[in-house]
């Protein structure tokens, strides 16, 4: 759905509201964006039809001093950073989680399927 990003970003909006850490809003918006593309741009490519059955899923978790968005794809496919002389847009939007994040990362599931994530520490003040 084209329009999953949208609905990432005011699911994102709302959930951070509703914390009371609307402050973070335009970096993890921003990621959860990428992150919800780039599962639906590799997340769906070349799995099975059972693995096309589950949904790619969006997390937001909040903890003590943390927020984690966390999505969830069908592949197995390890997510790869494209290299700085890459025109294309492949592997751009990695970089861009990256930057905006303080951490990221990936973890596959036993049952196939994995979740690429980004933490953002909540600003104390």
């Not at 990003?5 to 990428?34: C, G, H, M, Q």
């Not at 992150?35 to 693995?51: E, F, P, R, W």
């Not at 890459?86 to 990695?94: I, K, M, P, S």
């Not at 990362?105 to 994530?117: I, S």
Request: charged share 20%; with cysteine; hydrophobic share 45%.
């Amino acid at each position: 759905n084209l329009a999953s990003p949208k609905t990432a970003r005011e699911f994102t909006r709302r959930t951070l509201s509703s914390w009371n850490i609307e402050e973070l809003y335009n970096d993890v918006s921003v990621v959860v964006s990428e992150l919800v593309t780039n599962a639906l741009c590799h997340g769906l490519q070349n799995v099975s039809y059972s693995a096309l059955a589950r949904p790619i899923q969006l997390m937001l978790f909040a903890r003590d001093r943390r927020v984690l968005a966390a999505v969830i794809d069908p592949s197995d496919k390890t997510p790869a950073v494209g290299s700085t002389r890459q025109v294309a847009e492949t592997g751009r939007g990695l970089r861009i989680i990256a930057v905006m994040s303080d951490s990221w990362g990936w973890v596959p599931f036993a049952t196939g399927g994995k979740a690429v994530w980004a933490a953002f520490n909540i600003p104390q003040g």
